[in-house]
Nanobody, 123 residues
């Protein structure tokens, strides 16, 4: 079993910055892609940024140039540095990891989600 624990959300003024962290723990053999998703109130969840095990990041257009995703493979942790925050960035942010675990029957690939951390951009 794999668990993801997010931290770093909160209230920030427009133009401010926040840094989200997400640490994976459990019976992990390896983690492939990790990513951040967000769900504004009353809207569908969307991908914000993803990063491969090799460190290649991909971003939704609306955050390109403002957000930076990174990861520490030794700590099984992914980060999201959010700068120049806007009202429309307000959402619950979720971390996701594609983790390979070793079981008695061999290897399994699991899609694991964190519990979410709220980010509110308000003046």
């Amino acid at each position: 079993q794999v668990q993801l624990v997010e931290s770093g959300g909160g209230l920030v003024q427009p133009g401010g910055s926040l840094r989200l962290s997400c640490a994976a723990s459990g019976n992990i053999f390896s983690i492939n892609t990790m990513g951040w998703y967000r769900q504004p109130l009353g809207k569908e969840r969307e991908s914000v940024a993803t990063v491969t095990s090799g460190g290649v990041g991909n971003y939704v257009d609306s955050v390109q140039g403002r957000f930076t995703i990174s990861r520490d493979n030794a700590k099984n942790t992914v980060y999201l540095q959010m700068n120049s925050l806007r009202f429309e960035d307000t959402a619950v942010y979720y971390c996701k990891a594609d983790a390979t675990v070793r079981t008695n029957l061999g290897f399994r690939i699991l899609e694991v989600w964190g519990q979410g951390t709220p980010v509110t951009v308000s003046s």
